[in-house]
């Protein structure tokens, strides 16, 4: 069984809140994972701890993984021609998916360094990959050759379009399943967006929560439990949706304006953001919020200076990314690793 929290009191993913907030030396260690001043995209998070993503060059995107404090540059594995790559997702087997610039926006699955490249639409005219499970299916969005988008699952060269709610006009696809589940949602001529889930290539609403209109779903776990965002009539929430239901997930009680959920793993624990003027990285467990930023141990050197205003992935051992911005340097947003300190 996982445990996320300490080995002592706090034995397990469902641990209290209380037993969460009594840890007034917290459980996280922070690691940068590029602290330099450029862009970073981080795009997925595996369970060996391993990250893949997107950082900024002198001579554009380039993708790069990151683990145990090494960053590596995989730009020139995936095509050393070509100034632009892009890592979206990461799989266990630490295969990885995104996009490169060819001719055109090229999606490709890298597997054992041997890049295999994605084809859609007999008339593609670019097609991009954001994520893949462990048995090697991709997720994305192509183009036809009048620029018409197309959201698609891709499995061992066989593609199955992912078509919108009926009445609807497009789709986008966040996330999968190792069961081929995808999540994401489903936009109307007017922009009305919808969380949908497709199972077996058909699209299920999954809703909106009372007092919203409109919804997005961005992840899913092997429980096939799915986490988003619920909006409308000025307001927006975090929602948990399982078993046909969706349910609200509170907001922290000092800052419940508003919430939105990026990331669920396996046990249910979801990561994400919850806000007024500020926005603080929020981990919720069993349905109670917890601010991040209270989980770093305190002796952390860079407690003081850290703070951190979302939280975009989790894995199956409690590893977590977030966002936050260090005071010694204020102007960037970086991408931390947080890991619980042994």
């Given at each position: 069984m996982m445990r996320l929290f300490t080995r002592t009191t706090c034995t397990g993913v469902l641990a209290s809140l209380a037993c969460l907030s009594a840890q007034a030396s917290g459980i996280y260690s922070l690691t940068p994972i590029l602290d330099e001043p450029t862009s970073v995209t981080v795009g997925e998070l595996n369970d060996q701890g391993e990250v893949a993503g997107t950082y900024d060059t002198q001579t554009g995107p380039h993708a790069f993984t990151w683990k145990d404090g090494q960053f590596t540059d995989v730009s020139a594995t995936i095509d050393p021609a070509t100034p632009f790559t892009e890592a979206d997702g990461i799989n266990n087997q630490g295969d990885l998916t995104g996009t490169y610039l060819s001719t055109s926006f090229q999606g490709y699955l890298l597997k054992d360094g041997l890049r295999t490249d994605l084809h859609?639409?007999?008339?593609?005219?670019?097609?991009?990959?954001?994520?893949?499970?462990?048995?090697?299916?991709?997720?994305?969005?192509?183009?036809d050759a009048g620029y018409n988008e197309h959201a698609y699952l891709w499995d061992n060269g066989q593609v199955s379009l992912l078509n919108p709610l009926p009445g609807d006009t497009r789709t986008t696809v966040n996330n999968l399943n190792d069961g081929g589940i995808v999540v994401g949602e489903s936009d109307s001529e007017t922009g009305r967006r919808q969380a949908v889930l497709w199972r077996h290539g058909k699209p299920v609403n999954l809703g909106a929560l009372p007092g919203t209109t409109e919804s997005i779903a961005y992840d899913i776990n092997k429980r096939n439990h799915v986490v988003g965002l619920s909006f409308g009539f000025g307001t927006s929430n975090a929602f948990l949706w399982r078993d046909?239901?969706?349910?609200?997930?509170p907001g922290l009680a000092s800052s419940a304006d508003w919430s939105s959920a990026a990331s669920i793993n396996d046990w249910d624990v979801v990561v994400g953001r919850t806000g007024n003027q500020d926005s603080i990285a929020t981990v919720w467990v069993k349905g109670k919020a917890v601010d991040l930023n209270r989980l770093v141990r305190s002796d952390d050197p860079l407690k003081p200076y850290v703070t951190l205003s979302d939280a975009v992935l989790i894995n199956n051992v409690g590893d977590i990314v977030a966002r936050g911005r260090d005071s010694r340097n204020p102007n960037f947003l970086i991408p931390y690793f947080l890991t619980r300190a042994h």
């Open positions: 859609v639409l007999a008339d593609e005219s670019a097609v991009f990959a954001w994520r893949v499970n462990d048995v090697d299916q991709v997720i994305g969005t192509a183009y046909g239901s969706m349910t609200a997930l």
